[in-house]
Every structure is written in structure tokens, then in C-alpha cells.
């Protein structure tokens, strides 16, 4: 199933077309996309019925939100592909680098992304849902508690990520909108190979990163392993799982975004963002 957010309201995907949950199940599910993690089953069984001839209204992509909007925790995970590595210079890490992207970045698959400096970097990435409580499991079990995947894009303001030293990745890469996420949520049943999901990244109709999940240093049940050990893991927090080689902080010469360029981010099997670079506004 396709979980998405239309303009604040939990729904279902159905071939291009929205079916509200909250209406579907008679209001025992809420329209909080938050709600999904606690009607899961019932989501499901609701899922299993629907048919394209009975659902509702077209889905317009500018008017997704996130699908998962208020995460509690927002973990990413830095130099997870052998390319991304050695294109920055750095050794491979023997265990996964760990950061977080405050929650408040996260933005739907069509929002536009204000440029906080002239060093903003893209970052296509492979996004993992939780969907249940989560601490100390073993990697044999660890798909089990995952929802589904989304494509996310890990946008990174390299002039404050590296201001100065040590690097302050948090903050670089939290800023409004700096976490477009979706276009939806997708379980696993709908994905053939897990394992293996190709990663595309154009910058106005350029390839810029083209690689797949097979590549990752740390696929996704080392990383929910190492996560778990540590930090209880609750139902709807996301994991960015990181980025291939091809940013432009490390290409000669260096790229970075412009007012007006498109970003597009898009996983095979779980859908495109597409995400255009403004300027940004002053606050108040």
C-alpha cells in the first residue's frame, strides 16, 4: 500500500487516486497522517479492498505533505556508500556515523526549498519508516519492524555544516524544507527487491547521482541494529540512510544550488520529489 498526506489528511494512493482513511473506516482511523502507526492492521485490511473505480479524487503532487510529518526522532547516517566516501577523501567508517535532521525540516515532495546560503548541496536518499517499537533487535528481524520506505533528499548548507571545526552537521542541514520527504509511504510488499532500489538525482534534468541501495556501507537492518542498541526506536521515526557519490561540495569545481534549479530525487518503486530552489526571506 501507498500511504500519502493530501493537504493534512491521512489517505491511500490507489492508482493515482486518494482514498480517505478517515472516511473509508467510518472515523475509526483519524485524518492525522500520524495516525496510520496506530491503525496499522486495520489500514491494511482497508488497503486490500480498495479498487481503482472506487476511489476518490486525483492526487495532485503539490498538494502532498510529507507522509510522515511529526516524526519523534529523525536519525541520518553519513558516508553510507563506498563512492560518497572516497569522492569526499575520507576513510570508510567502521560503524555507521550517525547525525539527526531536526524534524522541522521535513517538507512534502513538491515544496520548494529556500537557499540559506550560496553553498546548499543535494543529497537523494533512501528513507526508512519505523512502524513499531524498536530496542535491541537482531539484524534476522529487523525488516520486521519497518512500515515502508519514501524517498527523501538530505538538502545540506555546506557554508554552515562546515563553518567550523568540528563540522556542525545538525544545524547545516535542519533548515526550513531542508528534508523533502514522499511522495509517500510505501510497505514492502510493494517493493520487489529491498535490497536493491536504484537512486536517481537530476539538478534541473542533469544526472547528478545514480547509483542503488545495494551500494550502502551499512544497509538497513545494520543501521535499525545500531540504532536499537542504543535508542528506543518509535513507530513513525525516520532513518535517512544516506547518500551515494556525486554531490557538488566535492566535485572540481564544486556545484552547489541556485535560485530557480529543480531538484529531482526519485527511488524506483516508491515515487519522484521534485523540489524547486528559491530564494530565501528574511524573517521579521
Known sequence: MRLVNLEG????????RFVDLEQASQGRIGSDPMAAFAAWSEIRRIA???TVEGAGRPILPPHLGPPVPRPSQVFAIGLNYRDHAEEAGLPIPAQPMVFTKFPS???GPCAEVPLTSDRVDWEVEQVVVIGRETHRVRASNAWDHVAGLCVGQDVSDRALQFADKPPQFSLGKSASAFGPL???LVS???IADRDDLKLHCWIDGESVQDSSTRNLIFGVPDLIVHLSRY?????GDLIFTGTPGGVGSVRNPRRYLKVGETIESEIEGIGRLSNRCVEEVAGA
Open 9 to 16: 489528511r491521512l489517505g491511500l494512493d490507489v492508482a493515482g
Open 48 to 50: 486490500s479492498e480498495q
Open 105 to 107: 525540516c521535513l517538507a
Open 182 to 184: 514522499g511522495p509517500a
Open 188 to 190: 514492502l510488499d510493494e
Open 231 to 235: 535508542c528506543v526506536l518509535r513507530p
